[in-house]
């Protein structure tokens, strides 16, 4: 059986070590130590490689660490030990993925196996390699004895001597694959392996950008923190159209001169065609893609490409951040304030942080660049930690949107109806200058609740405590914390009554069918992400929006990320409410602050002077004053002072315990029981156990624990501490750990 590594290890003399007679290994499960196993002769293993290994009953793969990890065990006779199956022909993971799954492992609690496992993400990299084969001209062979006019387009478009997938030829040719079939039979397209797809190589000198001098000094900083060659953090603190991509790439270029590779990270959303064009243009190739929308073997390439440096520049969504780089030297975070780049299943993870400790441990320059940037970096721009880059303008000379609020008071929208008359105005003023409107509602489906109005029934979800969302477009209704799905009923599920279930409050299907009701001529693209499957069909709404063919534009928050349309002028914010009613939640003026900033700076950045709408009933709101004043400053002095004195991130730490189990009595008791157990600590707080806001999820209730703590305490020390004490969870019960929490529900 496997034995824990410095059972043995710890046992062996140096030279004996030094041999390979044994290695520490590490299972990519949720496990925090290493085994070791024996290394059979004619198999050499390093650190990061990968291996077969039996465990239990099964073999797994597993990953030889460097040194032992965990806890260590009792004496076992070397005897008794397994050796390893094989070593898989994979590139190693870099010591420095080590040390870095390490650090993640301590700072979040996670098991290191898990650690480890995000960043073995690329299945295929893991599989044996299956060939693909293509179809290929034979030169100089004779024509086919029936030559069908499907035939001959078929050979005129393989005539290029390029190899295709059998259906991509087809698909071409406008014919069957049965076509292409015979025409391989009749020995005119022969059967070839494809060849890998290599990455394309970015040239640093591909394109000379002009640039403002507000724009030149933010590049000549950027440049200067790559050539120092050392870690540090800038912060590109930049308006909506300012630039800032542009003048990050510089700091790309400037990597691949050095001979290192960089990652760009943004939220998935934001990986739209404008982006990848902007850098083919800068750099003459698209950079290598990293997402959810990519297939298996692409993403084992990809791997692959990451591990061997032949992908020198990747932009991708956080898990990028887990690559095997083999010369890692920029990481750039955009967007940095998005609450995207937090991660909330199984690893608990804020990527952006992560990316500031990748960089220190590799001791290269991380860049974070942000409209809106979180007050986490903002104070630490201000106190000196972060170096602070700022552009004020928008590249293109245009000025920022001037923003109005309409107070719901006074104007409100007709019975039934959601938008202010005063809105629906400059939506057709818009229409007649024949420029673009965007219209904000950061709430899919629609309608957030379809109550009875004979018996006041609410159709609640019976996995969650949260109302069915209805989605008209597809007859059903949804709960979007758990999945769950039914068809809309005819009739009242308690009562019986027909016809008695109304939808009540709005989301982005009721916005668009009002608008469709007032413009019956406009061109309407309803942007939600349980309408748009993927970024795919994200890309081609978007290049439809680009181009001037849609009219109005309906959308949740992927409308606000990074989006850059000529032609827009007018931006209504349907409820600038909405995130403020999250009261529990310290961060929900920020991330009100940030949406409805980003959401309003698409208007006006190229051709049309913009402007902005916001309807709220609570125009003197701190939060709504700042957005109507544009006067971000007052907002950052009056956050920072708040979380200051709260000792709330940054000033404070924060950690959450959840606990979770199908028994409500179950989760209770286990919660209670776990805060008797809190250590006494004077200058830690516990706070709770408090059933969640949203008590029960997928059939499970939670039960919440919130440690707060002053910045300079090692809150994980504390932790590990308390929950050594606890006995092992029996049955259904789960307790999770989140360091740094971004939800609070």
């Not at 291996?51 to 073999?59: E, K």
């Not at 907002?635 to 004195?645: C, D, G, Q, S």
Request: aromatic content about 6%; proline content about 8%; glycine content about 8%.
């Amino acid at each position: 059986m496997p034995v824990q590594s410095a059972s043995l290890l710890d046992q062996l003399e140096p030279e004996a070590r030094a041999t390979g007679e044994c290695v520490p290994v590490l299972m990519t499960v949720a496990l925090d130590q290493t085994y070791d196993y024996l290394v059979p002769e004619g198999i050499e293993l390093e650190p990061g490689c990968f291996v077969v290994v039996p465990f239990g009953p099964q073999s797994r793969i597993g990953v030889v660490w460097d040194r032992p990890a965990g806890e260590t065990g009792k004496p076992v006779d070397p005897k008794k030990m397994k050796s390893v199956v094989e070593r898989l022909d994979v590139p190693p993971l870099p010591l420095i993925s080590l040390r870095f799954a390490e650090w993640i492992a301590r700072y979040t609690l996670a098991p290191l196996g898990m650690v480890a496992r995000m960043m073995m993400s690329a299945r295929a990299v893991f599989e044996p390699t299956k060939p693909r084969f293509g179809v290929t001209l034979v030169e100089g062979a004779a024509e086919p004895p029936r030559m069908t006019p499907a035939r001959k387009k078929a050979l005129e478009v393989a005539g290029d001597g390029a190899i295709r997938p059998k259906s991509a030829l087809a698909n071409e040719a406008g014919c069957s694959t049965g076509v292409i079939d015979g025409l391989v039979s009749a020995g005119c397209l022969v059967e070839v392996a494809i060849p890998e797809k290599r990455a394309a190589q970015p040239d640093p000198k591909h394109r000379v950008t002009e640039f403002t001098p507000e724009q030149a000094e933010a590049v000549h900083a950027l440049q200067s923190a790559v050539d120092a060659g050392n870690f540090n953090v800038t912060l590109i603190d930049g308006v909506t159209g300012s630039g800032k991509t542009e003048v990050y790439f510089e700091a790309v270029a400037r990597t691949l001169e050095r001979g290192l590779q960089a990652v760009i990270m943004l939220p998935e959303i934001a990986l739209t065609d404008q982006f990848m064009r902007r850098f083919r243009d800068r750099f003459g190739c698209a950079p290598v893609e990293w997402h959810s929308a990519l297939s298996g073997p692409e993403r084992g390439r990809v791997w692959r490409a990451a591990a061997t440096g032949e992908a020198r520049v990747i932009v991708g969504a956080r898990s990028a951040l887990f690559l095997p780089y083999a010369e890692l030297g920029l990481i750039i975070v955009d967007e940095e304030h998005d609450a995207g780049f937090k991660q909330d299943d199984r690893v608990h993870y804020q990527a952006r942080d992560m990316a500031v400790v990748r960089g220190s441990l590799g001791g290269f320059p991380v860049v974070l660049a942000s409209a809106t940037p979180s007050i986490e970096s903002q104070v630490n721009a201000l106190t000196g930690r972060y170096r602070h880059v700022v552009l004020p303008g928008r590249f293109s000379g245009a000025s920022l949107p001037e923003i109005t609020a309409i107070d719901l008071r006074q104007n409100p929208p007709e019975r039934g109806r959601w938008l202010s008359p005063i809105l629906i105005d400059a939506v057709a003023e818009t229409l007649a200058a024949k420029q673009q409107t965007l219209l904000f509602l950061n709430r899919r489906g629609y309608a957030p609740l379809t109550l009875c109005r004979t018996c006041g029934h609410r159709i609640e979800c019976p996995q969650c405590t949260a109302w069915l969302v209805e989605h008209r477009f597809r007859g059903r209704l949804h709960c979007h914390h758990c999945g769950f799905s039914i068809p809309m009923p005819e009739k009242c599920p308690k009562c019986g009554e027909e016809g008695s279930l109304v939808a009540c409050g709005p989301g982005v299907e009721r916005v668009a069918e009002e608008v469709a009701e007032r413009f019956p001529e406009a061109r309407l693209a309803l942007l939600s992400s349980d309408l748009i499957p993927g970024i795919v069909e994200m890309r081609e709404v978007i290049r439809e929006i680009e181009a001037g063919g849609i009219d109005i534009i309906i959308g949740t928050q992927i409308v606000a990320k990074g989006h850059h349309f000529p032609l827009l002028a007018t931006v209504g914010v349907v409820d600038g409410d909405l995130g403020l009613a999250l009261g529990a939640d310290p961060r929900a003026g920020e991330r009100t602050f940030q949406l409805l900033h980003q959401v309003t700076g698409r208007a006006g950045r190229a051709l049309a002077q913009g402007r902005g709408y916001v309807q709220t009933y609570s125009p003197e709101h701190p939060v709504m004053e700042a957005i109507i004043a544009s006067d971000r400053q007052a907002f950052l002095e009056r956050e920072i002072a708040i979380r200051r004195k709260g000792l709330l991130p940054p000033f404070g730490r924060l950690a959450a315990l959840i606990v979770s189990a199908r028994e409500k009595d179950t989760a209770q008791a286990v919660a209670r029981d776990i805060a008797r157990r809190a250590p006494p600590a004077e200058r830690i707080q516990i706070l709770g156990p408090a059933e969640a806001p949203l008590a029960v999820i997928r059939g499970r209730h939670r039960w919440r624990l919130l440690v707060k703590a002053p910045r300079e305490i090692d809150i994980q020390s504390y932790l590990r501490a308390w929950l050594a004490d606890m006995p092992p969870l029996k049955g259904d019960l789960r307790l999770t750990v989140d360091i740094d929490p971004y939800s609070f529900l």
